[in-house]
């Protein structure tokens, strides 16, 4: 490496000084300049002895792609995952071999969970060590078997890399999934080989992917319209699949006179201020989506793998036309009459000039009866007491203050709930979370992720205190360190301080019967803001309702990130809209069997209206 840091000066692309000085490029070079023509602008990232010969060639190539130093390997993970989510581009994150790896693999799993493509470059100690227990060995290839399971291979010989990278990109973006690049260390400082000879086991791959647009027949297009036009109440449940197809869902909604249901990975792709979308469905659901889901006939399920068969129609109510690009997940969680296989905005639209309109808006109606009432209890529910706080009235006056095109992080915990079910997104916006995978401590880096990629636009992280003391604490260094950089500086990230893993406590109580137990679920009440005011962010802690306002206007006005540590009421129920009979005995039956805080818990039932059945 010495050697090569000699000949090679920094800040000019490797390439033209290569060719200047006549200098044989390495491995690592030839792959930097590779994901170059992937277009790969970003790398998140962490260093480490096996990874180093790439970092030299980013570095000899002025720093192109630009990597992205994280406070820890999971957040490079997040934040790859993220970086897709929020930009349809390939997430590229990158760490070195043994713990470095191992610290990834959340972030990896949580992009294999929502469909995201990532190429994860993993550093691996010299070929001539593995099988050796050596330093920091770990094989690699079994750890990432299972998450990048399309594709995971170890470069042995420098003629491999180039079709190495080229298929770990083809392959991530053409089936949405995560795919792996192991390199030893050894291989990243050989010469390349920049001449593949025509010869048998030669392997002359080329870079590019273009999307196909994917289109049903005809006949299934006629058979599944027939199957809508004949449906008296239809219900849409969209996914993330459907961002794109937001004019396409809102015209199909029209004409079929449906509501829409939204799966919270999906929560952007229809506004939440149209008089006939019901909101997100499930337990983070409303009640509008929970109804319409039981008594509608006919379901229209649109890019979504909606896990639980709980909230869908019971089998046998509905007919039901599913559209999926991925055929692999048709006719996966309801059966379906007709599984289409087709890009959803594209097949939308062919399916529309099929449809009759409906003239019996009698559904309609009733839906948006029930969604106007919907949007009045949750904010009845707001305006509840809470001790200080009432976590959904942080939610409320969120939503009426967003900025256009803001981006709206959710971490797993509380704060999914309130922002599924509390916060109306309008066009332009864009929201997610850890969706299948649910894993604390993605919101902040998912946040951040929305910055780098759109530093434009306002991007906020809701996030539970457990995930800030887990690892949100360390992705606040991250923002402290690139904030200057962006565009515009606002990123808010509001910590719920409720000195509990909450969502987990109303777990234990409402679906095991188990009063909380404390040993597992009290936190640790600390400061956020004055750690925020550590790094040279704006802190601000909140603990009376009326400054909950004012804590917003302030974050949304400021010239840097801001931590909102709000003091929020652990007792107000983050429970589905309405309980099943069984949810009810489990809560009567913790209740009565010594919860720590059975007596405020009682109290904040009634006042969400919350009914439970005599015990
Ligand atoms: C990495 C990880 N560990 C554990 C869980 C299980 N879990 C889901 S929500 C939650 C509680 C989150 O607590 P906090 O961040 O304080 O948010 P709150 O629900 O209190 O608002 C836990 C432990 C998880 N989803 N991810
Ligand atoms: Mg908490």
Known sequence: MAALQRIIPTGKGFSAMAQEQNQER???????????????????????????????AIRRAGNQPEFIQVAHEELAGFMACAHAKYTGEVGVCLATSGPGAIHLLNGMYDARGDHQPLVAIIGQQPRAALGGHFQQEVD?????????????EMATDPAQVRHLIDRAFRIAQAQWVVTCVIL???????PAVEELPREHGSIPSGVG??????????ADLRRAAEVLNAGKKVAILVGAGALGATDEIIAVADALGAGVAKAFLGKAAVPDDLPFVTGTVGWLGTAASNTMMQECDTLLMVGSTFPYTEYLPREGQARGVQIDIAPQFLGMRYPMELNLTGDSATTLAALLTL????????WRVQIERKVDAWWRLIDERAEQPGDPLNPQLLFRELSSRLPDNAILNADSGTATVWLARNVRLRRGMMSSVSGRLASMGSGVPYAI???FAHPDRVAIALVGDGAMQMSGFNALITVAKY????????????????????????????????????????????SFARH???????????????????????????DRPTVIDAVVDPTIPPLPPELTEKQQESLSKTLADGDPEADAIRERLRQQGYRLAPS
């Open 209 to 218: 992917y273009s999307a196909p647009r994917v289109v049903p027949t005809e």
């Open 26 to 56: 390495t491995v690592s070079d030839q792959i930097v300049a590779r994901l170059t023509d992937w277009g790969v602008r970003r790398i998140y990232g962490y260093p480490g002895d096996g990874i180093n010969g790439v970092l030299g």
């Open 140 to 152: 690699l290839l079994s750890l990432c078997k299972d998450v990048a399971r399309d594709f995971v």
């Open 355 to 362: 449809l009759e309109r409906k003239t019996d808006r009698a």
């Open 184 to 190: 030893p260390h050894d291989v990243q400082l050989l």
């Open 449 to 451: 992720a929305a910055k």
């Open 483 to 526: 904030w200057r950089r962006w565009q515009d500086p606002r990123l808010i990230v509001l910590v719920l301080n409720n000195r509990d893993l909450n969502y987990v406590s109303w777990e234990q109580r409402a679906q095991d019967g188990e009063p909380k137990f404390p040993a597992s679920q009290d936190l640790l009440d600390v």
């Open 532 to 558: 925020a005011e550590l790094l040279g962010l704006r802190g601000v802690r909140v603990e009376t309702p009326d400054a909950i306002g004012a804590a917003w206007d302030a974050a949304l006005a400021a």
